[in-house]
């Protein structure tokens, strides 16, 4: 299956380098995230954890092909993330992504364009005062506004220390064309 859908994308990206309309982007975003967490054993007792609401930050760079096809490579971060099992450490997740997209148009020059999205990458927690970096996967759906304004629903996940990491993030920011 991963096979049918990395060919699928890259005959997509294939298609749109061959026209000449390829559009360069910078996007910036800013939201709030719910990073819960999962559970996970230490020293052989199980340990639940919940994170509370936690504010992201996101920056990519882009290409946008002429069939509505878009890579980019994108920087997405949760700051602060609070611990149940210990409420006075705080958790900083930071996740370095690869993206495709396909945006939609529902028409030619319009106002409105939804898409959707998928990326894989690397996650990394920093906890007290070490660091652990696994792979990571998201997909997101979104709208973007006038070519310029971004809305975008984000789920991301990986796991670190040997717990989950599901991150669930609404976000806003603007497109910039390079």
Avoid: C
Wanted: aromatic share 14%; hydrophobic share 45%.
């Amino acid at each position: 299956m991963k096979k049918i859908i990395l060919a699928v994308f890259l005959t997509a990206a294939l298609a749109g380098i061959s026209h000449a309309e390829n559009t360069r982007y910078m996007r910036a975003m800013f939201g709030v995230a719910d990073a819960m967490q999962g559970a996970f054993t230490d020293g052989g007792n199980r340990v639940t954890s919940s994170a509370s609401f936690a504010p992201s930050l996101s920056a990519a760079l882009g290409l946008k092909f002429e069939n509505n096809f878009a890579l980019e490579a994108e920087f997405y971060t949760v700051s602060g993330v609070k611990q149940r099992w210990t409420p006075d450490q705080r958790t900083d997740l930071t996740a370095y992504m690869i993206n495709a997209a396909e945006y939609f148009p529902f028409r030619p020059g319009g106002k409105l364009n939804p898409f959707v999205g998928a990326g894989a990458g690397v996650i990394n927690s920093t906890f007290a005062l070490s660091k652990s970096n696994a792979p990571a996967f998201n997909i997101f759906l979104g709208a973007l506004v006038k070519d310029a304004a971004v809305f975008r629903l984000k789920y991301l996940t990986g796991k670190t220390y040997g717990s989950p990491h599901n991150i669930f993030g609404l976000e806003a920011g603007y497109k910039f064309k390079l």
